[in-house]
Nanobody
Framework: QVQLVESGGGLVQAGGSLRLSCAAS????????MGWYRQAPGKQRELVAI???????TIADSVKGRFTISRNNAKATVDLQMNSLKPEDTAVYYC???????????WGQGTQVMVSP
C-alpha cells in the first residue's frame, strides 16, 4: 500500500505558474513510476506527465514546453512545475504512483488548479 500526499495548486491568472508536489510513503519498491494526471469537469482523466525511476519521462503534447516533471527517488517525491498556464489547464490534478513490478496504481486525493483568463 502506497500513500500519496499532494501539495500546491490553487488559482492563477493565465500566463502564471504553479508548482505541484507529491510525496509517497508506504510500500515503495525501487522500480516504479510517479507522475501526474488531471481531470477537467465532464472529461476523462488524462496523463499530464510521468517519470520512471530510471529517469524516463512521458509528457502530454498539450503541456510540452510549459510543464516540467522532476522527482527525487531517495525522498520518493515528484514535482510538476507548470509555467505559462492556460485556462484549459484548469482541472483537478492527481498524483499517481505506479508499481511497475505488480502493475498496481495508487492515487492522491487530487488538488485543484484553476487558471483564469
Amino acid at each position: 500500500q502506497v500513500q500519496l500526499v499532494e501539495s500546491g495548486g490553487g488559482l492563477v491568472q493565465a500566463g502564471g505558474s504553479l508548482r505541484l508536489s507529491c510525496a509517497a510513503s508506504g510500500s515503495i519498491l525501487t522500480i516504479n513510476r510517479m507522475g501526474w494526471y488531471r481531470q477537467a469537469p465532464g472529461k476523462q482523466r488524462e496523463l499530464v506527465a510521468i517519470m520512471s525511476s530510471d529517469g524516463t519521462r512521458t509528457i502530454a503534447d498539450s503541456v510540452k514546453g510549459r510543464f516540467t516533471i522532476s522527482r527525487n527517488n531517495a525522498k520518493a517525491t515528484v514535482d510538476l512545475q507548470m509555467n505559462s498556464l492556460k485556462p484549459e489547464d484548469t482541472a483537478v490534478y492527481y498524483c499517481n504512483f505506479h508499481n511497475t513490478l505488480f502493475g498496481s496504481d495508487s492515487w492522491g486525493q487530487g488538488t485543484q488548479v484553476m487558471v483564469s483568463p
